[in-house]
């Protein structure tokens, strides 16, 4: 049974999440809201319509979940009244206990992802490191993980490019995934992947490191605004096929979209390259190029800001394209993040997409950073 400093515990948190979500001001800002959408005309800009209604849901998502928790929390105070009374069980108080905390614990992650860009879907593009099938194998290994964890969270996955190994797994894959704050759990995986194991590949059963690059950015919507210029894109186009090279295309229905970036700050330039082959149109992925062609440019931007906040990050490890961030090793059961030092011994439910703990740890020491 739980201790009296246990359920103190939990008070304060509760008590404390109330002040942290503001809940008292987001009900007056929800009524606020709320009037906006009985407008007559209301629809008439339906672009404008659907970004109010998405302002609602919001405040009515934070709203709701902190309800949870303050009930949870109230009926764990009852169940530990009740307990010394010999009314409710040492078990059921267990029970009330762990859910409430597990609620709370959820709010309190979710509450450190206020960034705008948190709240987007993401784009996550995996390529294979250099080794040839090993790497390609891992690859497609990561990008199957990266699945199942976006099906536990009950988020949209569309797969925008894919290229296959040349003898197993895939050279470079695309998942775009839609949902409330992807890209505030999923950056926390941008970085190289390291994979030690005994290779299926290798007749001697020797014992090899594979490396895959995982690259996360914001999946700008309608609420983002991002200029491109006309006069920097030039288009390629060529066949495509679907994932696992099924759908052959007798026509050329992917598109490669190349854009001349000039940085207005510093007059460096670049050449952005954006495959896309989603679609068995080339007009709906001209259109997708374009999308994820100002999903880089605003993690260009976002890099901006971040960069003018670098006294921020002083004194820890800076997260960066290139970084190692984590060790898969097979042999020895265990999975560890070289940022956090969060381990498991779960390698098989890592891999089948329980990522919660790493992406909860990075959180825990990454997301409270001034915004």
């Not at 609602?56 to 979940?65: A, T």
């Amino acid at each position: 049974m739980i201790t009296a400093d246990q359920l103190k515990d939990v008070l304060e948190r509760e008590h404390a999440l109330r002040g942290y979500l503001d809940v008292d001001a987001k009900h007056i800002q929800l009524e606020e809201e709320e009037l906006r959408t009985q407008s007559p005309d209301f629809w008439n800009d339906a672009k404008a319509a659907e970004q109010q209604m998405k302002v609602v849901r919001e405040l009515k998502y934070w709203i709701n979940s902190y309800q949870e928790v303050k009930s949870a929390a109230e009926e764990l105070q009852l169940a530990f009244d009740f307990a010394r009374e010999g009314i409710v069980s040492e078990e059921e108080i267990d029970a009330n206990y762990n859910h409430a905390l597990q609620l709370i614990e959820e709010l309190e992650l979710k509450n450190m992802l206020r960034r705008e860009e948190d709240q987007l879907g993401a784009v996550l593009k995996i390529n294979a490191g250099a080794g040839g099938t090993e790497s390609q194998d891992w690859a497609s290994m990561l990008f199957r993980m990266y699945q199942r964890w976006c099906e536990g969270k009950n988020y949209k996955t569309t797969v925008s490019n894919w290229q296959d190994g040349d003898d197993a797994g895939i050279k470079t894959a695309t998942l775009q995934v839609e949902g409330d704050l992807a890209y505030g759990f999923l950056k926390s995986e941008n970085g190289v992947h390291r994979l030690v194991r005994v290779s299926p590949f290798n007749a001697q059963g020797k014992r090899m490191t594979s490396f895959a690059s995982v690259f996360v950015v914001p999946l700008v919507d309608d609420s983002i605004e991002i200029e491109v210029n006309p006069a920097n894109l030039s288009w390629d186009t060529f066949r495509s096929s679907g994932a696992g090279g099924q759908n052959v295309n007798k026509v050329e229905t992917g598109v490669r979209l190349h854009y001349q970036y000039k940085d207005p700050d510093t007059g460096e330039e670049q050449e952005i390259v954006i495959e896309n082959t989603e679609s068995r149109s080339q007009m709906g992925n001209r259109e997708n190029a374009l999308r994820l062609l100002k999903s880089q440019l605003y993690e260009i931007e976002l890099e901006k800001r971040r960069a003018a906040q670098a006294a921020i990050e002083a004194g820890k490890k800076k997260i960066e394209w290139g970084s190692q961030i984590r060790s898969y090793v097979f042999d020895d059961r265990r999975v560890k993040d070289h940022r956090t030092n969060y381990q498991t011994s779960d390698v098989t439910g890592v891999m089948d997409g329980d990522l919660d703990g790493f992406i909860k740890a990075y959180l825990m020491e990454f997301g409270g950073e001034a915004k």
